[in-house]
């Protein structure tokens, strides 16, 4: 089983940035293919960003992309979203995720079988 615990989440203005972070802990944690999604308010959880095991493979939803930015610490298991630009739209709750089944990057949430608490992110105009 993997644990997740995000961070660094909180209120920002329009075109300011914040960085999240996820720390990964349990078996094979600084391994697994890891992204982040979020949820706002009334709203599916939808897709954010993803990265593969090694870090050097990475995936964006079209909404963030050129904004965001994800990647990986592997020695010290954590996984960031450094957020650009931000946008009164980007307001949502902002969930890590890892899969420790297939070990293969993906972009869906049924590709994640690890999930974190979450952490609320608040972009005011």
């Known amino acids: 089983q993997v644990q997740l615990v995000e961070s660094g989440g909180g209120l920002a203005q329009a075109g300011g940035s914040l960085r999240l972070s996820c720390a990964a802990s349990?078996?094979?944690?600084?391994?697994?293919?890891m992204g982040w999604f979020r949820q706002a308010p009334g709203k599916e959880r939808e897709f954010v960003a993803a990265i593969d095991w090694s870090g050097r493979s990475t995936y964006y939803a079209d909404s963030v992309k050129g904004r965001f930015t994800i990647s990986k610490d592997n020695a010290k298991n954590t996984v960031y979203l450094q957020m650009f630009s931000l946008k009164p739209e980007d307001t949502a709750v902002y969930y890590c995720a890892a899969d420790s089944r297939r070990l293969r990057v993906g972009v869906y949430i049924q590709d994640y079988n690890n999930w974190g608490p979450g952490t609320q992110v608040t972009v005011s105009s």
């Open positions: 349990g078996r094979t944690s600084n391994l697994l293919p």
